[in-house]
């Protein structure tokens, strides 16, 4: 009797297991690509934002962003 023949049981379930891995690789690697086409563009962040950002950032003092902020809300009323 020949042992490791093609037909032997545990090759059966090694071929069968590395089948479901490539299958299951392939879905979870399309599902992903579709994802990336439906996800909307990144928005753009706003002044305020910016300022926020500068602020908690150490580039502009607390009083400078109390100002460009005041300056920034005179604006919104205009528009």
Do not use: C, K
Request: avoid cysteine; glycine fraction near 6%; charged fraction near 25%.
């Amino acid at each position: 009797m020949m042992h490791g023949s093609a037909t032997d049981p545990a090759w059966i379930f090694v071929m069968v297991a590395l089948w479901a891995v490539a299958i299951g690789t392939a879905f979870w690697l399309g599902a992903r690509l579709l994802q990336r086409q439906h996800r909307p563009p990144p928005a753009f962040p706003s002044a305020l934002d910016i300022l926020e950002r500068r602020l908690a950032s150490g580039d502009i003092s607390y009083a400078e962003f109390d100002e460009a902020r005041a300056r920034l809300r005179e604006h919104e009323l205009d528009i």
